[in-house]
């Protein structure tokens, strides 16, 4: 397993199941046991979501990569414009202990779309409707149509990553409500 301490707030390239041409760039922001928080960022230099990845799915992680150098300049000019987070959606209140818990705890007050990708690789978006102490019921919504499908038991132990707070999930949401 990797010291994900030393990772901490770096700007990262962080691989999950062995897939050399697809990884997450962002920040490590928290850790726990079983999950590692990034703030993730796009490849225009901008805050593009919050992503929770089981730690038992990261590959590898690298720093100081040329591609993370270029992004690195991009981020810099971005904050410098004030346009890394214009939605103002960079935000996590406390520091959080259970992360997989207290993030979904949050996200079904807040009743905010989530993205979440479950071992078997399905994915979906969707809003929390309630949580159980070993899993939860999702009601899926599809985001060309934004119509809800019928809600889904979800194990929480069959979930690799969670997507929250993030600039597309903001939009649909916004959408969403509108309907």
């Known amino acids: 397993m990797l010291n994900l301490e030393s990772f901490m707030n770096k700007l990262v390239e962080l691989y999950v199941n062995d897939e050399e041409d697809s990884f997450f760039v962002g920040y490590?922001?928290?850790y726990d046991s079983e999950f590692c928080l990034i703030e993730s960022v796009d490849t225009n230099g901008c805050f593009s979501s919050y992503e929770l990845i089981r730690n038992c799915?990261?590959?590898n992680i690298e720093i100081d990569t040329?591609?993370?150098e270029v992004i690195s300049k991009y981020i810099e000019i971005s904050q410098k414009m004030n346009?890394?987070?214009k939605l103002s959606l960079d935000t996590i209140d406390e520091k959080i202990d259970n992360l997989l818990e207290d993030i979904l705890q949050k996200e079904l007050l807040e009743e905010r779309v989530?993205?979440?990708c479950l071992k078997d690789d399905d994915n979906y978006l969707g809003y929390i409707d309630s949580i159980k102490e070993d899993y939860i019921?999702?009601?899926?919504?599809?985001?060309f149509s934004i119509q809800e499908y019928e809600?889904?038991?979800?194990?929480?132990?069959d979930i690799e990553s969670l997507q929250f707070k993030g600039?597309?999930?903001?939009?649909l949401n916004s959408i969403y409500e509108e309907y």
Do not use: C, E, F, G
């Open 28 to 30: 490590v922001v928290d």
């Open 57 to 59: 799915t990261i590959s």
């Open 66 to 68: 040329d591609y993370l």
């Open 83 to 85: 346009i890394y987070d």
């Open 114 to 116: 989530i993205s979440l």
């Open 137 to 143: 019921y999702l009601n899926p919504i599809d985001d």
């Open 151 to 157: 809600q889904i038991k979800v194990l929480k132990s």
């Open 167 to 171: 600039v597309i999930l903001y939009l």
